[in-house]
């Protein structure tokens, strides 16, 4: 099975990068070990990824980040791009954001945009995270797929891709959050990031859904979950950042997720662009470069490469 996946999802079809929430958290900055950029971006190209995600230490000067990642061979997998068209006076503001971030991006030679709606959402709050999260109106759902339209629309004039990121917290958490916003936005403008873990943590199946969009789905993170810290972050009301700290999330090749199948899916839809290890993990207690390291031996053995 490994070599039939390996050519079907090879290096002409998909790049591996790592996120530098394995180095230190941008939602969270007291979960850091004091990690620098140079440090993190070259344990990140000796662990053996061709890209990463952009954080809060890296240079803001688009060229001198560019000439730092080109050093090491490294591409950026993606920025990140917060939305608040839930929330009142803010779609104006979120769209010139994302303009910011698309000039930025295709400086720095990237075509991925990542989103995802923080209107009233509960995961930076210390507080429940499942009980406190929004609950979005008919109006907001509406606010929200019009908004991601023509953000879309923008993306696509540049020749980039915009994928939507469901995440812990927020009014597109769940598996019928995820369905309500695919049915409500054009597939040739929004495209879905499938992130194994948060889906997981929510309490719904990443390969099911996979399976429902593999053709829709135009950026991959790939994180796995401990499902005892879930059972805790549950029965204890603890908050998003209690659950980071518990190490509710971990790396591919630890944790409870098989990726596998979900590979298999992905290759079966001839799925191209980026997988992208993912773990927000206190790097005090998880030492970032041991557990990139750990992944990468993963995806070697499942890919063949």
């Not at 079907?8 to 958290?25: A, F, I, Q």
């Not at 608040?84 to 971030?101: G, L, N, V």
């Not at 796995?224 to 549950?234: A, K, N």
Request: glycine residues 8%.
């Amino acid at each position: 099975m490994t070599a039939a996946l390996g050519s079907r999802l090879g290096p002409d079809k998909v790049k591996l990068g790592v996120c530098c929430t394995l180095w230190w958290n941008d939602d969270f900055p007291t979960i850091d070990a004091g990690i620098p950029f140079a440090q993190a971006v070259s344990e990140m190209a000796l662990a053996g990824f061709q890209g990463c995600s952009i954080g809060h230490k890296y240079p803001s000067d688009s060229a001198e980040l560019r000439a730092a990642l080109e050093l090491r061979g490294l591409q950026v997998s993606e920025p990140w791009t917060s939305t608040y068209f839930t929330i009142a006076k803010m779609r104006q503001k979120t769209i010139d954001s994302f303009e910011e971030t698309l000039a930025r991006i295709k400086a720095l030679g990237g075509n991925e945009l990542v989103v995802a709606e923080f209107g009233a959402s509960s995961h930076l709050l210390p507080v429940d995270v499942f009980a406190n999260r929004p609950v979005f109106t008919d109006a907001q759902w509406d606010a929200l797929a019009s908004g991601l339209e023509e953000l879309g629309k923008i993306a696509h004039s540049a020749g980039m891709r915009l994928s939507y990121h469901h995440h812990m917290g927020t009014g597109v958490m769940t598996r019928a959050d995820v369905d309500r916003l695919m049915a409500s936005t054009d597939p040739d403008l929004v495209s879905l990031l499938l992130d194994t873990a948060h889906i997981a943590f929510a309490g719904d199946d990443p390969l099911d859904m996979a399976r429902a969009y593999a053709g829709r789905i135009g950026h991959v993170h790939m994180k796995s979950i401990r499902p005892e810290v879930v059972s805790r972050v549950r029965e204890e009301g603890l908050s998003f950042q209690d659950a980071v700290e518990a190490g509710v999330f971990t790396v591919p090749g630890d944790g409870a997720i098989d990726f596998r199948p979900i590979l298999e899916v992905l290759a079966d839809a001839d799925y191209r662009g980026w997988l992208v290890v993912e773990a927000e993990q206190d790097p005090n207690k998880a030492n970032p470069l041991e557990y990139a390291k750990k992944a990468r031996a993963y995806l070697a053995d499942v890919l063949g490469w």
